[in-house]
C-alpha cells in the first residue's frame, strides 16, 4: 500500500485524507518549543474559530474525540454535580457514561434510536429539575444517523441558563454549527471526521461561561486541563509534546477547506447526503433514521430480511467498497455509509454502482 487509496474508504471516521494532507504528514519534525511551532499553533487556533463560529478560545490538544467527552466534563463540573444526557444513539449513552465514570448524578434523557432529540421534552425535564447544571449532547449522532435540532436543544438551555456541552464530532466543519450565536459553551470536535486529517487531535472550543464554570470546577484534570492548555497556548508552548505532524497536516486541510469555503462544503455534504439517502430508496433498501433529522454526513441502512451486516460489510469489501457496521444495540441490524471529509461524487457513485451488485448476488 502506498500514497494512493487502494480503497474507497467510505467508514464515519477515519476517513480519507486528501493527497495534499498526506505529503504534508511527512514533513520533517520541527522543534515544539520553537518559534515555528508557536507560530504554526496559534494560527490554526486562530483559523479554527471560523469553522466554530466563535470568537472562543479553541484548544488543540491530543487524542480522539471520546478524550473531548472527558475534556468538556472535568473543566467544568464538579463531583455529585447533576447533569442532564441527552442520548439518541451509542455516541450519547457514551457521553452519559463517561459523565457517570466521574461521579456526576446523571438524568439520562434517551430517545429511541434513529429519532431525534425533542426540545419540548428536554424543556420539561429541565422545568421539574432546577438543580441540573449542564445539558450533554451530540449533534450528530454517528451510530443512527440523526442531527439533532442542536440550535433549538441551545435555546431550551440557554432559557433555564445551564451549561451546554456539545459533542460535534462528526459534524463540525460539514453541518452548520452557529457556536456563538446559538451559545453553545464547550462543543468539541475530532479531526478524523470532518476534518480530512488522520486521528489524535480534537479541537474545543470554550465560551466565557464555560469557563467561568472552569474557575469552581472540582473535577480532578492534569492531561486535559483547559487553563493549563490555554496559558501554555498564550506563552506559545504546549504543555506536552503535541503531535507534531497533525498539525502540519491540519494546517493543509484547513487550506484546501478555505479554498472551497465553508458554505460551499456545507452544501456538497447537504446535496450527498439527500443523494444517499435517496439511492439507498432506489435499491429498496429501508434508512434507519428518520428522514426529518437525517445526518448529511453518515447514514445508516437497514440491511435486506435475513441477511447479517457483516456479511453485507465482507461482500462489498472485496469490491474494494469499506462500510461500517452498526453500533450497540443495532449491530445485527445496519450499516453505515460515511459521506463526510473527503470525498468526490465519483466515490459515492461506486458506493451505489457496489452495492447494487453485492445485493445481486445476495
Ligand atoms: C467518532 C465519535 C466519537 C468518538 O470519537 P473517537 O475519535 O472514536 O474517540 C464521539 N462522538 C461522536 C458523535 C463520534 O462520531
Known amino acids: 500500500m502506498g500514497k494512493e487509496r487502494v480503497l474507497n474508504l467510505r467508514t464515519p471516521g477515519p476517513t480519507p485524507c486528501p493527497p495534499q494532507v498526506l505529503e504534508a504528514l511527512s514533513t520533517q519534525m520541527i522543534n515544539h518549543r520553537g ?5 504554526l499553533h496559534k494560527n490554526l487556533s486562530q483559523r479554527l474559530k471560523k469553522y466554530f463560529q466563535t470568537k472562543n478560545d479553541i484548544l488543540l490538544l491530543t487524542g480522539s474525540g471520546s478524550y473531548g467527552w472527558e475534556a468538556a466534563l472535568v473543566n467544568t463540573l464538579s463531583p455529585k454535580d447533576q447533569v442532564l444526557a441527552v442520548s439518541v444513539g451509542f455516541f450519547g449513552d457514551r457521553f452519559a457514561q463517561v459523565a457517570t465514570a466521574f461521579n456526576l448524578n446523571v438524568h439520562n434523557l434517551n430517545f429511541q434510536w434513529g429519532k431525534a432529540a425533542s426540545p419540548d421534552m428536554i424543556e420539561d425535564y429541565l422545568k421539574k ?12 449522532e454517528t451510530s443512527t444517523g440523526i442531527t439533532n435540532p442542536l440550535k433549538e436543544i441551545a435555546q431550551v438551555a440557554k432559557i433555564y441558563d445551564k451549561l451546554l456541552l456539545v459533542d460535534a464530532v462528526s459534524s463540525l466543519s460539514c453541518i452548520d454549527l452557529k457556536t456563538d450565536e446559538w451559545d453553545c459553551d464547550v462543543v468539541f470536535s475530532a ?11 480534537f479541537l474545543t472550543s470554550i465560551s466565557q461561561k464555560a469557563w467561568d464554570a472552569y474557575k469552581t470546577s472540582k473535577l480532578p484534570k492534569f492531561v486535559f486541563d483547559f487553563q493549563f492548555a490555554k496559558e501554555n497556548l498564550m506563552a506559545g508552548y504546549t504543555p506536552f509534546t503535541p503531535p507534531v505532524s497533525l498539525f502540519f497536516a491540519l494546517e ?58 457483516k456479511k453485507m460489510i465482507s461482500l462489498m469489501r472485496e469490491e474494494g467498497v469499506e462500510l461500517a457496521g452498526g453500533q450497540g444495540k443495532i449491530a445485527d441490524q445496519v450499516f453505515r455509509i460515511g459521506h ?8 459515492i457513485d461506486n458506493v451505489f454502482y457496489t452495492l447494487k451488485k453485492v445485493l445481486k448476488k445476495l
Open 340 to 347: 463526510m471529509g473527503y470525498f468526490r461524487q465519483l466515490d
Open 35 to 39: 518559534p515555528q511551532f508557536t507560530s
Open 129 to 140: 429539575h432546577k438543580k441540573i447544571k449542564a445539558v450533554l449532547v451530540t449533534h450528530n
Open 252 to 309: 493543509k486541510a484547513l487550506d484546501l477547506m478555505d479554498d472551497e469555503g465553508m458554505e460551499n462544503i456545507f452544501y456538497r455534504h447537504l446535496r450527498t447526503g439527500g443523494m444517499v439517502r435517496a439511492q439507498v430508496e432506489n435499491l429498496g433498501l429501508e434508512l434507519f433514521a428518520d428522514k426529518n433529522f437525517a445526518s448529511n454526513t453518515v447514514t445508516a441502512v437497514k440491511t435486506p430480511k435475513g441477511v447479517h451486516p
Open 191 to 201: 479531526v478524523q471526521k470532518g476534518w480530512m486529517v488522520p486521528p489524535g487531535l
